[in-house]
């Protein structure tokens, strides 16, 4: 007579046995869902700015004194910016979860741990940042900061997508060390153009605060016409180096006889010059039109996404080991 195996009948035995023991589809889609609210957030965040509802809840942690939620005395801007927080929240519930998925993996896929635990503990971090960003009355350089910690939490998630998918890092490189340096140099030109960015933002008209602050939040003073065209130096710099970039991974391929083994590193490559087209088209169309709000939004949005494509290029690179 055979017996049936008992389930634990402790709550925290039950959860652990509960949690895969390998890198499941759900740990996957868990990786995709914390990367795209890493994204969301920043178009929420920037339509927090960009609809001047950067103070619709005027304090924190509470969104005014006496109320964790907005009221109806705070109207739009109030229901905007309290919506961008509970999305913190929705994200923060995400991130447990991939943490949870890749507990009991921990020690075979310790990568995929370090990562979901770092973007764990940068939750009260980006929390504790929004709200100096709140109370510092949306100063431009705060708020700059806090988007340039978003940029490099999608970093850290597309890595952890693409860890999930492709495994940890092996020891063969794909692409000849020119081409390496070459990449290396075209991410350094993507950082430069996005923290001009920052600062351009922060020099123009969209202080993010609304009509019903007591004063308006502060420029940084720099003169934004200026910033706009420097800023777009490095970016046309960035599409010049990554069309190379494509066109020299096809001409590495086809004379080395390695067009199977650098096909990720063709389609990371083609898919971020896709995206710095787009970006360039947008920068170009918002500075004519006088930086209409929504074009703004798709502006900043499409920066964290070039970040993200210019991170997958860079771990294309390399050879993986799939250990599941």
Request: with cysteine.
């Amino acid at each position: 007579m055979t017996q049936t195996p008992t389930r634990p009948t402790n709550p925290l035995r039950r959860l652990w046995s509960w949690l895969p023991t390998s890198v499941t589809r759900p740990v996957r889609v868990l990786a995709w869902l914390s990367l795209a609210l890493q994204i969301v957030l920043v178009g929420t965040g920037g339509a927090v700015r960009l609809t001047a509802s950067g103070l619709g809840c005027p304090t924190w942690p509470q969104c005014q004194p006496g109320s964790f939620v907005t009221t109806p005395e705070l109207g739009i801007h109030g229901i905007i910016e309290f919506s961008n927080r509970m999305l913190t929240i929705v994200l923060s519930i995400v991130v447990v979860l991939v943490f949870l998925a890749v507990l009991r993996i921990r020690r075979q896929r310790r990568d995929l741990f370090v990562l979901t635990l770092v973007q764990g503990l940068s939750i009260p971090f980006q929390a504790v940042l929004g709200g100096i960003t709140v109370l510092s009355g949306l100063n431009p350089y705060v708020v700059g900061s806090h988007f340039l910690v978003s940029v490099l939490l999608v970093i850290l998630t597309t890595i952890l997508v693409y860890r999930a998918y492709n495994g940890r890092r092996g020891l063969d490189r794909l692409t000849p060390s020119w081409y390496r340096w070459l990449s290396v140099i075209t991410a350094v030109f993507v950082g430069i153009t996005v923290v001009l960015g920052v600062l351009t933002t922060g020099s123009g008209p969209h202080a993010g605060d609304n009509s019903n602050a007591k004063a308006l939040a502060p420029r940084n003073g720099l003169n934004p016409a200026l910033l706009q065209q420097i800023h777009s130096y490095p970016a046309y710099v960035t599409f010049a180096l990554t069309l190379a970039l494509v066109l020299a991974v096809y001409i590495v391929g086809t004379v080395s006889g390695t067009r199977g083994r650098l096909r990720r590193v063709r389609f990371s490559a083609v898919g971020l010059l896709g995206v710095e087209l787009v970006q360039i088209i947008v920068g170009i169309t918002q500075a004519k039109e006088g930086l209409p709000v929504a074009l703004v939004n798709i502006h900043l949005v499409l920066a964290v996404i070039l970040v993200s494509a210019m991170t997958a290029l860079l771990l294309a690179q390399r050879d993986t080991r799939l250990v599941v």
